[in-house]
Structures are given as C-alpha cells and as structure tokens.
C-alpha cells in the first residue's frame, strides 16, 4: 500500500497533481469550446467547466505504479484497436482507472483517457473530492447549463475519431446525447476489455480484497454475537454493519466510509439471497442466512453462512450437511485451468443425485474487485453453466452454492456458504477461512 506522502513530497507535483494548493478556475478558450448563448441567458457570468482542485491528494491503497498500470494496460488495447480516447462513464469503469468512486445522484460521470492524460469529469457539487481521489487530473462541470458535462467532454476528447465508451453502461438516451455533442466521432465499445483486464488481480489489489475478508469475518463475528431468540433482523445488522465500519477506518490511514452494509435473513426470508434486512424477530429454531459485506475504496467483498437460532430440526440438518458438502467439493474444483461451465455442471450432478438440483436459485461464484450490488459484476468470469472463462491465476473468485427449500416442506428455507479464493499457479487459496456447518453455526442461547 502506498505511504501518506512526506512533506519533500507534498511540494512536488506529479502525474497524479500531489501537492496542488486550492485553486477554481475556467477552463480557457483555447481547449474548451464555449457554447452558444441565447440573448436572454443569465449564466454568463458564471463558471461551466473549470478546474477545481483544493487541498491535497488523498491516501491510496493503491500505488502511482499500479494505478499507472490499470491506465497503460487501456492504453495499449486503444493502440491496438484505432481508439483515440474512452470515455468511462460508469462506477467500476472510473473507480478501477481513476481510484475516484462518484455518488449520481443524477448527475453525469467520467473518465476520459487518451495515450497522454488521464482526466475525471465530476460535479460542482462534489467540490475538490474528485481531484483529491484521482490518479490524474480533474474537471468540474457546474449545473448552470444542461450541456456542462458534454462541454467538458468535448475539450478532452477534441480532435479525436474514434471514442470507446462503455456499451454496457451507456443508455440510448445517453447514446443520443454523446452523438449531438460529437457528430462526427465513431463510437466503439471498450468495456468488455476493460472487464477482462479487471479480472486478473495485482498483488496491490490482493491486499486490499485480504483486508476485505479479514473484515468479512469481524462482521461475521458480530453477527453471531447479536442473534438470540426475540432480536430483531436490523438489530443483528447492525451490530455487524458497525463492527465493520470500525474496523475499516481503524484499519487504513485515511478512507471513505460508503456502501459497507450487512443483510441478515431469518426464516422464510432466508429464501432470496439479496433480500433485504426487515424488522422481523428471529424465533427459535429458525434458519438464518448471515450476510457481510464490507466496501473499501470501491472493493467488495463478502462472507455469508447459513446459522440456526439454538437448535436446528433433523430435516434442516440433513439439507444443510448436503450444501456443506457442495461448498467442499466445490472450493476444491477451484483451480488454474478450470473452465467455469466445467465446475458448475459438475456440481450440478451432485446437487442432481439428492433430487435437489430443482432448489438452486442462481450460480456458484463469481469474480471479486470493483464491484458492489449496484455496479461493477465481472461477468466473465462466473460459476455458471453458460461462462466457458478458463479461471487464470490472479483471477478472484467465491464459491457460494444455496439451495431453497420452500415454505411447508420439511427443512424449509434457504442453505448458503460463500467463501473467497485466489486463483494460484497450482491451485486456489481460501481467504476466507471461516468455519460453516451444523459444528460451528448453531447459535446457543447465553453463547
């Protein structure tokens, strides 16, 4: 991880603009094109795309090599294909290039690249934050004219033939816009390129995601501590929730605290993976689905087990051991070599041969990096029957398989493990290691 920077440093300027002191400017004539304005405007006097660069660079996990790395990968796939510059517009596309996370709130956001500058374009709202967190420089638009954004984007990518955006992100609302503000330019996609380029993780990357799951556990624990018969579903995440936070910012010498959350299921709300936490009271005997998730500088990771509160009836018991079993044979399917679709129809004969396979609500795994529940799934690389991605080392990856038993069934509910692994050279190492089953998960009245 990169040190705070020394006081020598702070007065130096790099590629990353450490050291700038507060200044809000315009932008010039010279790089950007001002609008037209009818005789009745009253903006005139009001700034539209300046710079605004206050206080100092922030601490970053992530070194100037690293981020400079992500950037020149791009780079060389631009090269490669005739791509002038890209335009990232989405949450993990910025974050992953730039270390800059943005909140919408309806507003437009970008990263734009060519093979010399890398540029965030960010609100006024949002003030010096943007440049603060950016490997890079920064341009502010302000609201005072709906065509900011684009009069922003137009300077960075003047001259410039061939744009890659992302296909996957972009609206056809949005398409139409980017084609008035750039009527002769082609638009290609870069995406899927920059998708796969996330999928192979840095040993920088490595050790963010392995705090990521070290802090997976200390919810985990909390969870744990919080449940008895009576407690309310927020209660109990809560209690991990704010564990997790603590932990995060005791943990690094400077981050943003956003997004980290926890859901926590009982009974029959156990049925859905992403259901969400509700003011329902956990009853003895119940099933329960602990779920952890943990956000650092836009990095999620994840644990979730299966709990019962105090006992667990023979029924659930039998299910639970069977998705246990699942969970061991598929963490040890895990390795370089592997084609994702390989992993899955395997487990599906196991899952086939207790006449359970009808219960499996979605698919095994997944990549791990920049991503949450609202941006940034590398779909590349999932355990599913339709994903023939051969896992590669430095891919990151979960095992997480669940069946549903639904309600009026003898062990009614839903069964989860989840765990995360490393993709080696040899083989895959768990970074999760954290105990699941009957043994460890039956949670006892007074623990």
């Avoid at 294909?81 to 993990?92: G, K, Q, R």
């Avoid at 192979?200 to 070290?214: F, L, P």
């Avoid at 979605?362 to 990549?367: E, L, M, P, V």
């Avoid at 398989?401 to 050279?425: C, K, L, N, S």
Wanted: glycine share 8%.
């Amino acid at each position: 991880m990169r040190a705070a920077p020394t006081n020598d440093e702070k007065q130096v300027s790099d590629r990353r603009g450490v050291g700038r002191a507060f200044a809000r400017r315009p932008v010039g004539e010279r790089k950007w094109e001002r609008t037209a304005m009818a005789a009745t405007d009253t903006t005139g006097d009001m700034l539209h795309v300046f710079e605004w660069h206050n206080g100092e660079k922030e601490w970053s996990p992530f070194s100037d090599a690293e981020m400079a790395r992500r950037q020149d990968a791009m780079r060389a796939h631009m090269a490669a294909n005739d791509i002038d510059a890209a335009v990232f517009t989405s949450y993990h596309g910025i974050c992953y290039y730039s270390g800059f996370l943005y909140c919408y709130f309806g507003r437009k956001y970008a990263f734009v690249l060519d093979q010399d500058n890398a540029t965030t374009v960010s609100a006024g709202i949002d003030g010096g934050q943007p440049w603060r967190r950016t490997h890079g420089d920064n341009i502010t638009y302000s609201d005072w004219r709906r065509d900011n954004f684009f009069t922003a984007l137009q300077g960075l990518v003047k001259g410039a033939k061939r744009v890659g955006i992302e296909f996957d992100h972009i609206s056809l609302d949005y398409l139409t816009q980017l084609k008035a503000a750039f009527p002769e330019v082609e638009f290609v996609d870069v995406a899927q390129a920059s998708m796969m380029m996330r999928t192979i993780k840095s040993v920088e990357e490595y050790a963010v995601i392995r705090e990521g799951t070290r802090i997976c556990n200390v919810g985990a624990r909390a969870c744990m501590d919080a449940v008895h018969a009576g407690v309310r579903e927020y209660e109990v995440a809560l209690a991990s929730t704010g564990a997790m936070v603590r932990e995060i910012g005791e943990t690094f010498p400077f981050v943003e605290l956003m997004d980290t959350w926890t859901w926590f299921q009982s009974g029959y709300m156990t049925d859905g993976a992403h259901n969400p936490v509700t003011n329902k009271k956990v009853a003895r005997g119940d099933i329960l689905s602990l779920n952890c998730f943990p956000m650092i500088f836009g990095y999620y990771t994840a644990i979730e087990r299966t709990l019962f509160c105090e006992e667990a009836s023979d029924a659930h018991l039998a299910l639970w051991e069977k998705n246990c079993e699942v969970m061991r044979v598929g963490s040890d399917l895990i390795g370089p070599g592997k084609r994702c679709c390989d992993i899955a129809l395997e487990l599906n004969d196991l899952y086939r041969s207790w006449d359970l396979l009808k219960y499996r609500s979605f698919g095994y795994g997944h990549s791990f990096g920049v991503l949450s529940h609202y941006y940034g799934r590398e779909a590349g690389v999932e355990l599913r029957e339709d994903v023939e991605t051969v896992l590669q080392p430095g891919m990151v990856v979960s095992m997480e398989p669940m069946i549903m038993i639904p309600e009026g069934q003898p062990g009614a509910g839903g069964y989860r493990e989840h765990d995360i692994f490393i993709v080696t050279e040899t083989g895959a190492e768990n970074i999760t290691n954290f105990p699941y089953g009957p043994e460890h998960m039956i949670i006892k009245a007074g623990k």
